[in-house]
């Protein structure tokens, strides 16, 4: 049951990760800090995409859910709800760099919508 625990809990910090990764730019517009975080996670983000990689959390979830007698991804409420988002079915090359592309696309939005508001405010 613990291995069980600590794989969702790998699950919902992966999630929590791809939801910084996406939209953290947006937390920069209210605390400035959060860009020197989330500009490193979002290129490592896009090199991951981009190189077909595989997140160390990836391995790490499996490994605990094997651990706690799971062959696949079924069982618990945030494994069927939340697991789809991390790994969606018929995640290809191709797929793998248009969310690359979107990613990018968030940066530069609200990177550029940082800029803006800065530059209004002086």
């Known amino acids: ?47 991951i995409s981009l190189q077909g990689w595989i997140c160390p959390l990836t391995p790490l979830e499996n490994d605990l859910r094997r651990k706690a007698g799971d062959e696949g991804f079924e069982g618990s409420f945030i494994e069927h709800y939340v697991l789809q988002i991390i790994y969606p079915p018929g995640l290809t090359p191709t797929v793998q760099v248009i969310l690359a592309t979107i990613l990018v696309v968030l940066m530069v939005v609200s990177y550029g919508g940082l800029f803006v508001r800065t530059r209004a405010g002086r």
């Open 1 to 47: 049951m613990l291995y069980r625990l600590a794989a969702d809990l790998v699950l919902l910090i992966h999630l929590g990760f791809i939801l910084f990764m996406a939209l953290g730019g947006f937390l920069a517009w209210r605390w400035r800090w959060v860009a020197w975080i989330h500009v490193p996670s979002a290129a490592y983000g896009v090199a």
